[in-house]
């Protein structure tokens, strides 16, 4: 599993109703929908730094897999998540969603479920 590079969003769907559900404000939801973000990922071994740049502000994450963490989300917000590693994909797990990551030929698929909502974001490396 290679997660290295950076990563250009060119595809959501149901963000919108995403964000709602995890209770993110209305003007994060408002700003997020029309910004595509770019994301670098930096992965030495179990180790990951995953850093969102949008036009409005970046955020970095650094994480183990297998450890617990804490992750910020792009309004600031602190979870706490664990990620595991499933057969080269990267799961990670907080108590508002489930999110899965994976490379699938030149892309890189997220799979977040919060309730009865599914967001996928579809990323090639720029």
Do not use: H
């Not at 595809?11 to 029309?34: C, H, Q, T, W, Y």
């Not at 595991?84 to 108590?95: D, S």
């Not at 969603?97 to 919060?114: C, H, L």
């Amino acid at each position: 599993m290679d997660f290295n590079g950076t990563w250009k969003v060119y595809s959501e769907e149901n963000l919108e109703e995403f964000l709602k559900v995890i209770g993110a404000p209305e003007v994060v939801v408002k700003m997020r929908k029309d910004v595509k973000p770019v994301m670098v990922i930096k992965q030495t071994g179990r180790d990951f730094t995953c850093t969102t740049k949008t036009p409005f502000c970046s955020r970095v994450n650094s994480f183990t897999i297998g450890k617990e963490s804490e992750i910020c989300s792009l309004d600031g917000r602190k979870l706490k998540c664990t990620v595991r590693e499933e057969f080269g994909k990267l799961i990670c797990e907080t108590n508002k969603f489930t999110s899965v990551r994976e490379i699938q030929g030149d892309e890189m698929i997220e799979t977040a479920t919060a309730g009865s909502v599914t967001f996928i974001s579809r990323s090639k490396r720029a």
